[in-house]
Structures are given as C-alpha cells and as structure tokens.
T-cell receptor
C-alpha cells in the first residue's frame, strides 16, 4: 500500500492564481480530511468527507473547495490564492467503525503564495 | 467550543529519563483524545487514543497517556526517553456528542531528547 499520497510536494503561486492539491489513498478509507499547519497554530481542519459524495466544512473552510467523487481521491481547490493561504497542507484518511479516529496523514504539500 | 492546550512549546529531557508532554482540553461531554507525532518533513503519525475505559492507555513506541477527567488532562508519558523520540507531538480532541468528525489539534510540543 502506498498509504496517503499528496501532490505536489511544493508549490509557489501568485496571488489570484488557482490550483488543486491532490490527495489519494489506497486503503479504502471512508473518512478523509484536509488540514493546514501554520507555525504556533497546530493543525486546523479545512474540510472533511465521511464518504464519496459527502463533504462538510471544518474550522477554516473559506477560500477552499473540495469534492469527493470517489473513495480514493479528495482534492482541495484554491480558487483564488491569497498570501494568507501560505501554509503546509496535510491530507488524512481513516477507516470506518472502531478505527475511524486513527487518522493516517500524507507527507504534506508546502504552498507559498506570493 | 472545543479546545486543546499544550502549555509547553518545548520539552527537554535526558536520554533514559522519563518524559511527560502535557495536554489539557475543553469539550462538552466525554471527549475522545489522541496523540500524534510528527518527524521532520513528514506527516503526523497516530500514537494512541482514549475513548473510554481504563484511564491509562498504551500506544506505539512505548508511549502511554493518562486521562484525568477531573483535571481535564491527557498527558503523554514514556518511562525512558530515546534520542529517536525527538519530534513534534500533537494532542487532539473530538467531541462525539457533536455528531461530527471534527478534530481540534493543539499547537504542538517539541520534544528534544538529549544524549
């Protein structure tokens, strides 16, 4: 199993540009989520999904869109990048049932918005 | 509102000594509590969780954590620290009564184990 994969590893954008951060998992996990990690602020939940076709907002959803058309993929879209979105982004997934709370994290995408 | 506090930005401990990384929480109802570890340039790795039952939970790599409801704490412990334990540690909480799977993470504590 590759686990949770994220692409790209690094990205530099200009203000106003759009892009999609990719996340995929090959463990047939139902739950997937996106977090951003900023210095001194820990991880903050952006969006999450409890299954294909179902998404919901987390703590800091503004400026980000998600969709979940398949179990495996959970892309995060930045429609118009802003410097405040400079961060490290982590995708996570977990099983259903008793192990739902044990999240597996991808290696992260470091995004800089100029 | 749910919240998690990790009062120490950094903890230094000598190799072979016991270590404690502190975490306190605020949540409605009975909390689900978690510890994760992050090594440099890596994603977080799950260490352990408290859902219900015994207040002392054991996890990966010899770590354990003690749930204390009266003090609303969930401190991470290890009897004998290794240099390889040096990493960033995150405490997290979920309120199951909220009906959602929203996790709140603390700001992290950097553990440095000195040889």
């Amino acid at each position: 199993n590759a686990g949770v994969t994220q692409t790209p590893k690094f990205q530099v954008l200009k203000t106003g540009q759009s892009m999609t951060l990719q996340c995929a998992q090959d463990m047939n996990h139902e739950y997937m989520s996106w977090y951003r990690q900023d210095p001194g602020m820990g991880l903050r939940l952006i969006h999450y999904s409890v299954g294909a076709g179902i998404t919901d907002q987390g703590e800091v959803p503004n400026g980000y869109n998600v969709s979940r058309s398949t179990t495996e993929d959970f892309p995060l879209r930045l429609l118009s990048a802003a410097p405040s979105q400079t961060s490290v982004y982590f995708c996570a997934s977990s099983y259903s049932g008793a192990r739902r709370d044990e999240q597996f994290f991808g290696p992260g995408t470091r995004l800089t918005v100029l | 509102a749910q919240s998690v506090a990790q009062p120490e930005d950094q903890v230094n401990v000598a190799e072979g000594n016991p270590l404690t990384v502190k975490c306190t929480y605020s949540v409605s109802g009975n909390p689900y509590l978690f510890w994760y570890v992050q090594y440099p340039n890596r994603g977080l790795q799950f260490l352990l969780k408290y859902i219900t039952g015994d207040n002392l939970v054991k996890g990966s790599y010899g770590f354990e954590a003690e749930f204390n409801k009266s003090q609303t704490s969930f401190h991470l412990k290890k009897p004998s620290a290794l240099v390889s334990d040096s990493a960033l540690y995150f405490c997290a909480v979920r309120a199951p009564t909220s009906g959602t799977y929203k996790y709140i993470f603390g700001t992290g504590t950097r553990l440095k184990v000195l040889a």
